[in-house]
């Protein structure tokens, strides 16, 4: 039988199913008696969750990264839904599944992959296409590439949200070259492909999202020139020649500058017509993506505004309920 | 017999030709003595030029606007082309065609301005079809914006310049639309024909390219919000209904918002999916046309790099000839 | 009988008063029963209220913006006054008086209105003189211009405020361009009187203050020009002639330069005379009735400082008594 | 007989005048031949000369900052009027008027100083009319503080031009405090003569018009401060109590936030109200000054623009004649 | 018998010990009752405090910066220990001894004292010399300066920070100009002294940490230029002779310039090698100290990472303990 | 017998001297005759040449980068020194020596390579030893680290350049550790030795100074990790074991995040206490190096100041003779 998602909790249900622990805090409330304080979550979202009279031994049998089988039930608190928990149980992580637990592209992963094949693979520059090929051969990086979220919060933060803004931006990139005749094909779609492959080091995503110590201390740009260096390495294997340095130069141009300005933490300006190509293209896709998922997941339907979004600087607008399907006005 | 035009003059010419002039400076030398210093211009470029021995009753003969047929010899000075006149006189007007005098879009306007009425005569959206519609009957308004240039010195800067920029990001909207499923298509088209409008009015580009007083003091973001207001107006008489509120709103909005950021000069940051979808998409169809044409007019040969650009803030790398020519066009 | 007022309420008072409702949220506390906690206010200010064990169908009889009548006692609750609600009753907002319910000028309305009216119709240039009184015979224009605020929660943040504003910055005006000869006087005066006339239709300030869905996707500045040209082509049929073209574009310029920086939201820096002296005028009344209110309100007595304020960047020296009323020491 | 100034000479006039040296440059031609290059002003302007021909012993003669009598012709050179010169003598200083050769203020340097000493004595305040006191017996004091211009090149950048700008600063408070009731108004009026008094010694303007190392290294701000440190603690003497600290306080705290702004130079934003008023009426006074300046003294009369302005970054509008005169008070 | 200090403290501890008042509010519970929340504080910490059912006439009792003898008991309450109290009685401030109660520089004051004389004293410019002298003999500076913190949160944030500061950059001043032989040591060693002295009238430290109004409204920078020029006309009677002005003026530039950039409140840049010396020198010392001291006092062993740190815009890494103590594996 | 450096030139100096060419063009002058001119240096400094009535063919013989033998005489032109030509011959390269045409450090290269290696070799900890070991035992990185300079342009900018600026930091660094005792002092000298080493590719500096492609388009930061990870690969086969991953992470982000802020092209903050005090000493070295260039080469003696630095943002103070040489007042 299939479990009961977060997003299908309401006030007042029974509760009786597996979680992934996010957060763990014990706490003691005004008469120093502790209790515990979580927050749970399976790929639809997360919720709170408290355990009150809880003991230090008990918070002790798990942490955050764990699965917890729990019974309780739900109320709503200050507008948000949480579980007042009567049990818990540490599960043992081998009896889950655990892509019910972290938040998932929508997209099927296997069909977003294959699309990057079929795209990358059709490029006619033999090092660009060898060098391709020398990732999309290598298993590890395939399933990072295809498990990593793009970012930890921002646009695309789910399991193989990477591939998906990968895969999409390819997309638009096919569509338009034919308009922009200076813009080298081969070079742009192999920036595309490169330009985030440090996300998959420098994000931790196994069973929740953060940053790993490399991705804070050296960020995903030098992490991307390093791996990139390492394939270009083999390039050479495949191709029978050395690969040329003036298109090494460009790719690591590419990767490096891609964020657009000093102030976003690319060391260099896109100085190439294929790295600014990349950098429009790639703000283009996370845009999108962004202002999409906070008009559409905003809980407060009745305002034509969602709330301020810090990382935005602004408020966004949803407007009138016609004006999204303006569709359904046609059909009626 | 055709002429002979300024990006065919090389050291040593006779020139027997007819040119616009750009600028005109009366000078004296150390001696005392006073000469002409003229920049004249044919739409494929411009060339300085000295007429010795000039007097202030001829200088006033003419103003910058004004054609003049000269005649005499051109020299390299210090790196530049220039004409030492031997005599000039002022043309009649009627007597030249204005079309070979300023730089002119190197694609057939007519073609591009089919493609527009194509692209948005298709939509379905009522209202927002007739108020294009208003637009494009408006034979004064078609004229201007098919010979309007979208900059005075950046991208765009030629007759025509203006509409091969519209329909360059329409034919990429219509293309990408498809991975971007929440855009609204319609609402998409619309705000990129009318985002630069203001342009026909903000710069004047009858026989050379400047700013407008109005282009100027209020800019035209704000004049094509005024533009937009008037022809919305009209578009009640061809729908028969009033145009809906909240859509004139999302179109002024994408007008004021399109240049992204207060210190760009929009009032207002982007707020809606279409408007941000627009913001990047102006900015890639602006700077793939800067890079390029920086790249490909840069006529230091053997440079790997374009001298630094004051607006970009950078220099623009080249690279070699054989990075220029990808192998496979060769081996066709 | 006269109401008591929000500045009027102690510790331990019964209320049983009518008040306007400005914010309303359904709570949950501890123990999953709900609660009311709502924001009521009147023209002298806003008290916190709540009402224990609150059901959703009473939550659903009102919402912000309506009128209730309720009883309950004062207590202060963490540093602030909050009603503890016994009883409440939807009132029928035709049995109250809207203007006791937000905060007004303390200034005579019509007064100001005399006042407006005196400077800008004294001034000389006929155009100008016609566009005013264009303006003033609009009496939907004058409603809501004498009624609305100039800012939401800033300077003269209370009905009648942007007439209070705008009159007094015409006071100054008329004083000091004695002293700047070269300063077109009847230009600079309705410059003032039309700088942010876009704020009558910016913000919303019939029941509690807000910002339109036109206000936050275009702005005052650009819906001012707007509302200029409305009235400017009404203004030929009083004076028989056509408004001069410079004119209107040294008005507009003034409107969407006032700013005085792209950074504050105006699209082009002030490149006239009237327009700089209009920036600095505008900002000196708004930077001295904000001081003046912080310092004033501020509740903490003894302090010799306010709290930092976000928006002004730092905190207000309000020093010893004695520096406040120098008179007294004078007299004494 | 009275001399022929700089803003008299025209094309081909024969000059034999005296002039104060701005700057000298001794140059060699392509042939190795030398020649003075000199910048000579008198209080209307300045102009270039040339003496061909010129010796190392003639250039060791005078030094910028001397008089020359020179004999020579005028000519257009690159746009600009400049004297050949054909004789040049050394001047005994005390044989010229020093006042015929710096830029003066156009008014009457007497009448200001008796309007700042009407405006300020009139003060009720006894601590502060005292320090005003303390500075106007002061006489080395009042001669550099009449003598001194604002600015080296900005606004009043003439001599008495520190003293025109505080009395027109002055007569503006004196108006508009009315207005401003919460306002302390000896304390303003205190402030504002007060604000630039560093530049006395910020600058050096005797002959020509400089910063001296001390206003480089320290900067008129803190060195007002001490100068009003230094005059407090005689105030004492004429009251025969001590200065309240907080009014000295308030007093310091004007000057060093006057600029209103750390990038300006402030080290603290303005946090009382007569500082953040001193700060909107100096800025405002010192723009209009420089549109004016800038609006009037643009010698190409048949453009609408000035050229561009760098240290305001922007051009100014200075429209058609018409504009400039509106007909109506000729007509009257 | 010795106090507990606060950093002593752990959760279900009795407490009947003397702390200083850090900060004191009166609050209600959602019942109206009434409660006191305290910060109290030694010299090692502060710690929360509670008394339930408290009364207005107690709360009146005593304010922050007394001293009280409290009875009650720890327990740890949302991550942090608090005190519940069940008595507290007003100290007299002469029974207690003040350094117990405020945080203090774990380095010997007097030695350090000792260590600024050597190395100061040993200058050989005689006016730099006699000018420090006349600092060290008046005995209230130097009560005030060996008492200040550098400041009242962030780097030497405790009493006898400032000296602690200083003569750590004394000290590194000391070893380094060997490698800089054209920097003045005299008058970088003197520079470094007077840098901050500023801050001794500009901070508050007798019984808790704060700014002086004078602190807020002028600034440490302009204060130490004011105390410089006191001490510097007293110097003359030291050496007999008038102290050199440029040396002066070098002197009250470093004060001035030794934040670095106008936008952290340095009214000018560094222009002198000195100066650029000092600011850097600062720098380094006040950071190593504030890193040192988030990643030393981090209370949460386990992560590799201090929380984000505003003041400083970044977390701090920690990482794994091997690498804090690398000694310990060496001598393993 | 030895050769007449650039700095031993004067006016009127007969010259028959090697030079390297730093810029040739050919141009013409008024009268359409062609000329050359010329940027010739040796180590000393670098000097305009010019060459009358050239021809395309003598220009076409040899290029920037190759030695000319030239006859002529020097001249001053405006206020620079050029030689006027009458002969020149090309060089064979073989037949001068190098490092008699690039500025050189003035300190003994072998010298400061054996103070690096002192240093180096006598830290403790294993891996950090035998990694700088692998750089020091690599010829080619030998050879390039000890010609490099630190800059094109602003500090060290001469052959030994940056290996001057990395021993004295070292140098510094080791004298001030002391202080510092939480800062890991084998960390922090391996971070000064690395953080610069990407400039050996970064720059080109055989026959004059110039960036390569790869170091406009990459940047040393991120070359300077590749370079790093390159030597610590084989870092292992010394010590028998791998690299600790955490030490290598903090390598990097030292170098990463050396430039301290992302708008000086660091893509992360210093987020260790060794990367921000390798940050500080860095720039103090840099720009104490940058200050007493300017201050000691300014040609203007009788100016107390230097000309304005543009990279500087500043002009620097000189002050008098006296301050400069303190020492001789003394011993006088």
Known sequence: MSRR????????DSVDEAFLVADKQLRANRQGNLYLQLELRDK?????????????????????????????????????????????????????????????????????????RELLLAMHEPHLRALVECFLIDEEFVAKFTAAPAGIKNHHAYQGGLLE?????????????????????????????????????????????????????VGHLVMGVEMLRDKVERTADLTGEPFPPELLLRLKHMIVSHHGALEYGSPKLPMTLEAVALHYLDNLDAKIHTFGREIRDDPVRESTWTPFQQSLGRRLFKGTTARDTPEGTDEA
Do not use: C, M
């Open 165 to 217: 803004h990968v895969v999409n931006i390819l997309n638009v990139a096919d569509r338009i070259l034919e308009f922009y005749p200076e813009v080298d094909r081969d070079l742009l779609l192999t920036g595309v492909f490169l330009h985030d492959i440090g996300k998959i080091e420098e994000l931790s995503y196994e069973r929740s999202f953060a940053y790993t110590d490399e991705g804070q201390l």
């Open 5 to 12: 998602y977060v997003n299908q909790l309401s006030h007042g």
């Open 44 to 116: 639809t979202g997360s919720v709170g969750a408290r355990l009150w009279n809880a003991t230090e031994e008990l918070a002790r049998t798990f942490e955050p990264g764990d699965y917890l089988l729990v019974r309780g039930k739900t109320q709503i608190f200050q507008g948000s839904l949480q579980i007042i928990l009567t049990h818990l149980d540490v599960l043992d992580p081998t009896r889950v599944e655990p892509e019910d637990f972290l938040p998932q592209s929508s997209q099927n992963v296997a069909k977003l992959f294959n699309r990057l």
